[in-house]
C-alpha cells in the first residue's frame, strides 16, 4: 500500500514569506507526527495529531509555527514570516494508532526548505 | 532532560568489518528503544526496535541490547556491507506518554568501503 507521502519535496522561499508543507498519513492511521531535521539541532519533534486534535504541541519552536490536520487524514504545517533558520528538512510520520502498545511510525520522504 | 547521546561520526569502514555505534539514553518513565536507518535518498525506516529491558532487536544482521542499567541501546553488526552505509539514528519513546513521540540522537554517518 501507499506510504506517508509528503508534498512539496522541496521548497525554497526568500525570507518573511509564509510557507505551507503537507503530509498525506498511510489510510487508517490515526496519529500524526511532525518533526524537523536541521543541522544545528538533529531531529526534533514538532507536534503531534490524535485524529484532528493535537494535544501535544510542545515542540513548535515558535508562534510562526502552526499546524492542523483536517478529516482525520491530510496535515499542513505552516511557518508563517520564515527565517533563515527555519532551513531544514520537516519529516512526517503516522502510526496506527496512539495508546499504550507500541505499533510503528512510518516516515514520509520529507520536504526540504530552504529559506535564502 | 530526555535525550540521547550516539557516537559522533563519521564512521568508515572496510566490508566485512565489525560495527559498533554506541547509544546512550536519559529518560524518564518506561522507554521503547529503536535504531532508525536513512539510506542515501530516502526516507527514515525502522532498523530494530526493543521495547523492555534485556530484550534483543535485531535485523538484516544488526543487533542491540536494551541494557537499562547502563541505560544503552549500542548497534553492532558483525560483517558490514557496502550496501549498510546510511545513517543510522538511535531513538526512544516513551510508552506511557500520550504522543509517544521519537527523541533521537544527533545520527552517525556509516560508510562502507569495497
Known amino acids: 500500500g501507499a506510504g506517508v507521502s509528503q508534498s512539496p519535496s522541496n521548497k525554497v522561499t526568500e525570507k518573511g514569506k509564509d510557507v505551507e508543507l503537507r503530509c498525506d498519513p498511510i489510510?487508517?492511521?490515526?496519529?500524526l507526527y511532525w518533526y524537523r531535521q536541521s543541522l544545528g539541532q538533529g531531529l526534533e519533534f514538532l507536534i503531534y495529531f490524535q485524529g484532528n486534535s493535537a494535544p501535544d504541541k510542545s515542540g513548535l519552536p515558535s508562534d510562526r509555527f502552526s499546524a492542523e490536520r483536517t478529516g482525520g487524514s491530510v496535515s499542513t504545517l505552516t511557518i508563517q514570516r520564515t527565517q533563515q533558520e527555519d532551513s531544514a528538512v520537516y519529516l512526517c510520520a503516522s502510526r496506527r494508532r496512539g495508546g499504550s502498545s507500541y505499533n510503528e511510525q512510518f516516515f514520509g520522504p520529507g520536504t526540504r526548505l530552504t529559506v535564502l | 532532560g530526555d535525550s540521547v547521546t550516539q557516537m559522533e561520526g563519521p564512521v568508515t569502514l572496510s566490508e566485512e568489518a565489525f560495527l559498533t555505534i554506541n547509544c546512550t539514553y536519559t529518560a524518564t518513565g518506561y522507554p521503547s528503544l529503536f535504531w532508525y536507518v536513512q539510506y542515501p535518498g530516502e526516507g527514515l525506516q525502522l532498523l530494530l526496535k526493543a521495547t523492555k529491558a534485556d530484550d534483543k532487536g535485531s535485523n538484516k544482521g544488526f543487533e542491540a541490547t536494551y541494557r537499562k542499567e547502563t541505560t544503552s541501546f549500542h548497534l553492532e553488526k558483525g560483517s558490514v556491507q557496502v550496501s549498510d552505509s546510511a545513517v543510522y539514528f538511535c531513538?526512544?519513546?516513551?510508552?506511557?506518554?500520550?504522543?509517544?513521540?521519537?527523541?533521537f540522537g544527533s545520527g552517525t554517518q556509516l560508510t562502507v568501503l569495497p
Open positions: 531513538a526512544f519513546e516513551i510508552s506511557s506518554g500520550s504522543a509517544r513521540q521519537l527523541t
Open positions: 489510510s487508517g492511521h490515526t496519529a
